[in-house]
T-cell receptor, first 114, second 110 residues
Framework: NAGVTQTPKFQVLKTGQSMTLQCAQDMNHNSMYWYRQDPGMGLRLIYYSASEGTTDKGEVPNGYNVSRLNKREFSLRLESAAPSQTSVYFC?????????????FGAGSRLTVL | GDSVTQMEGPVTLSEEAFLTINCTYTATGYPSLFWYVQYPGEGLQLLLK?????DKGSNKGFEATYRKETTSFHLEKGSVQVSDSAVYFCALIPLEALVFGKGTRLSVIA
């Protein structure tokens, strides 16, 4: 019962480097999400994908790109990392529909940008 | 836009004390409301939810009632345990994705 799997769990980058966070879910969910969690800020939505082949910006999309590779996978890319992107990143998935829109979260990826 | 405001922490309680964490929301329409919990070093887990006015969500001794007239969804538990120490997030889903409050850290001491 894997649920939502994120990799890597930890990463340290230098300013300007690029990297991709990977996320995969095995629950046949239609929707997938990327959030970032910062102290005192709660979770803020970066991007989401309501279905395979679609992506939309959330509250804080600047500096990020996403790819919904297939129904299972949704990756988040930082093209040129900045210290302000130091955060914990969470991927989540759900099946939309009233009463069925509970999100299942991955364990998180802690990113430090020096 | 849609938003959630929850009481700031940290909240420190003794074991068996009564817990209330306040949550109010601003939204158009009738969003579903949620409480998620994050234990140390882990991702968020759904604690309970309510999908319409006057619904009461409950799980593991926690309860919250969807109050449309006061736009509130306060979390309560009658007797907390050390194992309840975590960060609690109130959230709503207006359309596409969850909107979270900033979280309330709860510490329960024996």
């Amino acid at each position: 019962n894997a649920g939502v799997t994120q990799t890597p769990k930890f990463q340290v980058l230098k300013t300007g480097q690029s990297m991709t966070l990977q996320c995969a879910q095995d629950m046949n969910h239609n929707s997938m999400y990327w959030y970032r969690q910062d102290p005192g800020m709660g979770l803020r939505l970066i991007y989401y994908s309501a279905s395979e082949g679609t992506t939309d910006k959330g509250e804080v999309p600047n500096g990020y790109n996403v790819s919904r590779l297939n129904k299972r996978e949704f990756s988040l890319r930082l093209e040129s990392a900045a210290p302000s992107q130091t955060s914990v990143y969470f991927c989540a998935s759900s099946n939309r529909g009233r009463g069925a829109n509970v999100l299942t979260f991955g364990a998180g990826s802690r990113l430090t940008v020096l | 836009g849609d938003s959630v405001t929850q009481m700031e922490g940290p909240v420190t309680l003794s074991e068996e004390a009564f817990l209330t964490i306040n949550c109010t929301y601003t939204a158009t329409g009738y969003p579903s409301l949620f409480w998620y919990v994050q234990y140390p070093g882990e991702g968020l887990q759904l604690l309970l939810k309510a999908t319409k006015a006057d619904d009461k969500g409950s799980n593991k001794g926690f309860e919250a009632t969807y109050r449309k007239e006061t736009t509130s969804f306060h979390l309560e538990k009658g007797s907390v345990q050390v194992s309840d120490s975590a960060v609690y997030f109130c959230a709503l889903i207006p359309l596409e994705a969850l909107v979270f409050g900033k979280g309330t850290r709860l510490s329960v001491i024996a």
